[in-house]
């Protein structure tokens, strides 16, 4: 035998044993990371980079359907500035609508920002603006949903990775960054990073996973980087970038927070919390009541034994304080039915309070398995009050119309069909007061109606006869303000 040889497997063998320590599967999936991205050492040069391209918005929450993705903003002037060495981003977008929009058809920019534990937007005048607790939550994980700050992060001995697992070809791990951001990356057979993801709580869909997928990665600067990035919340896509141009270190000025958005916190820098409800009443009939006071209105009616509320939106919060406003305005009779115009989620934020009041929720046909979901969905990460109560779904659907009706009152529903907004909305006709309620159909002193025409000729083929239009946005209006708006 060549001694040669034996002295040198037993050298190497001491090696492995006396000095290093083995590498553990959490190292070897940072290290493979690494090294499929440029390497440990190129990685933690890298100060800033700088993505620009173009794109697409999608519209989860407020397209036609339920389970539509069909209408999208164009996304172009699109920069994402990162400080890969400090918490700090900024992305700057312009968004031109691809489908009749309520705001209108013009371009939209945004400026979006985040510093260290302060999350901002920006808008045209340049005033910014804090975001609330849960948008801020979700942005702090969005800095760490590109592979090159995420793993540069893991570089701090603060950070944590753990619960390496193999999932076919796919290895995962759970990372929670020194300012404890936890993500979860996915990497294939050669450590390239193919998705980051987080867990977060959406007000109407609970708990949800928020993915940031990579592909088509490039060649910069000594880095491999991706050039696709597509932004899901669960299986919904809400955004695509293709990056045109990525620039590392190149000069990102200053991204820090506006001294107003940090100097008015110094105790604890925590974001603001949102306003309190206000529920104001104007009753417009005998029994028949709108509940407004903030953006979003309600309106209440009162049959022989129970009440009709046409409308939850907003938040639990504001649901649960215009119930406690009806039960105060008509006392003794149940709460029964929740009317919800469409399934937009501005306007739904209250159904599952609405079902844990034990309320049948009525809804048009095309909206019933959404509702069904929308009940089932977990609520763990902040359990609201359907999550701490057992309470059986009930909903009734109305295709192209239905009467409630009983010795006092008289409720139609109608689909508004043919509407540009949402393919499943109601308006409710309340025949004895000539009363039409409706939303986001039309708003009078609205800068923009693109879909009032639609509703215009919505009361015309049902042959309704409708002194006033009651918006679940904006103030109460004559149907002569309809027509004026409605002309071409
Ligand atoms: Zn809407
Ligand atoms: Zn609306």
């Not at 534990?117 to 808008?123: D, L, M, Q, R, W």
């Not at 009753?283 to 006071?293: E, F, T």
């Not at 129970?306 to 119930?323: I, K």
């Not at 059986?392 to 509407?419: I, P, S, W």
């Amino acid at each position: 035998m060549n001694t040669r040889v034996l002295i040198s497997v037993f050298a190497a063998s001491l090696t492995v044993a006396g000095c290093a320590q083995p590498t553990t599967p959490e190292q070897q999936f940072i290290n493979d990371a690494a090294d499929a991205l440029g390497g440990r050492t190129r990685i933690q040069a890298v100060k800033t980079l700088t993505i620009e391209g173009e794109g697409t918005n999608y519209n989860l929450g407020q397209d036609m359907k339920p389970d539509a993705s069909t209408q999208q903003f164009a996304v172009t002037g699109y920069r994402r500035q990162i400080d890969v060495a400090n918490s700090r981003q900024r992305v700057e977008q312009t968004r031109t609508p691809k489908f009749a929009y309520f705001q209108g058809p013009q371009p939209q920019k945004q400026i979006q920002g985040l510093d260290d534990t302060v999350a901002f937007n920006v808008n045209a005048a340049g005033a910014a603006t804090r975001l609330g607790p849960a948008a801020e939550l979700d942005r702090r994980h969005d800095l760490y949903h590109h592979p090159l700050k995420l793993v540069r992060a893991t570089v701090d001995p603060k950070a944590t990775v753990g619960n390496v697992r193999q999932i076919g070809t796919v290895r995962q791990a759970d990372i929670t960054t020194a300012g404890g951001a936890k993500v979860t990356m996915s990497i294939d057979a050669a450590g390239v990073p193919l998705s980051i993801s987080s867990k977060s709580y959406h007000a109407n869909l609970g708990d949800v996973v928020i993915t940031t997928t990579f592909g088509e990665y490039q060649e910069v600067s000594g880095l491999k980087l991706p050039a696709q990035l597509t932004g899901k919340v669960d299986d919904f896509t809400t955004w695509e970038i293709h990056a045109s141009k990525q620039t590392v270190d190149a000069e990102v000025g200053d991204l820090a927070a506006p001294a107003s958005l940090r100097a008015d916190k110094p105790e604890g820098l925590s974001p603001p919390a949102p306003a309190p409800p206000n529920v104001t009443v104007e009753q417009i009939g005998k029994g028949v009541w709108v509940l407004a006071g903030q953006s979003h209105h309600s309106v209440l009616v009162e049959f022989s034994d129970h009440l009709m509320l046409v409308d939850a939106p907003q938040s639990e919060a504001r649901t649960l304080a215009v119930f406690a406003k009806a039960k105060q305005l008509v006392p003794g009779k149940p709460l029964q039915q929740l009317v919800t115009t469409h399934h937009h989620f501005d306007h739904t934020a209250g159904l599952r309070a609405a079902i844990a009041e034990g309320m049948t929720v009525v809804t048009q046909s095309g909206n019933r398995a959404w509702v069904e979901a929308m009940a089932k969905r977990p609520h763990t990460l902040q359990p609201d009050v359907l999550a701490k109560k057992e309470q059986r779904l009930v909903v009734e659907t109305v295709d192209a119309g239905r009467e409630y009706k009983d010795h006092t009152m008289t409720v139609m529903l109608y689909h508004v069909e043919g509407n540009p907004h949402s393919d499943t909305m109601l308006m409710a006709y309340i025949p004895r007061d000539r009363v039409l309620v409706e939303v986001d159909a039309f708003a009078a002193g609205s800068a923009v109606n693109p879909y009032a025409a639609n509703l215009l000729e919505n009361i015309q083929k049902r042959k309704l006869r409708v002194d006033r239009i009651v918006p679940l946005h904006g103030a109460i209006a004559p149907m002569a303000e309809l027509e004026k708006v409605a002309k071409p």
